[in-house]
């Protein structure tokens, strides 16, 4: 196995419907700007409350993905 190096970003994805949605829609955002995309680790769970009702599940993600060397 060569030696290699990650970066680990947090992002924060957003859904109307689930948890699940919003962690995909995180990485599959970002997917589209990033490449080798490694691990998403999901970190923190929440909602988003609007008189009363729940509105927007909230998931953030950690991140990584190979590190070439450029940002």
Do not use: C, H, P, Q
């Amino acid at each position: 196995m060569a030696d290699s190096v990650y970066k680990v970003i947090e992002l924060v994805g957003s859904s109307n419907t689930s948890w699940e949605d919003a962690a995909k829609n995180a990485v599959e955002t970002a997917g589209k700007t990033l490449r080798d995309l490694r691990i998403a680790e999901v970190s923190k769970l929440d909602m988003k409350v609007e008189n009363g009702k729940v509105v927007a599940y909230r998931a953030r993600v950690n991140l990584s993905f190979k590190y070439g060397g450029s940002e």
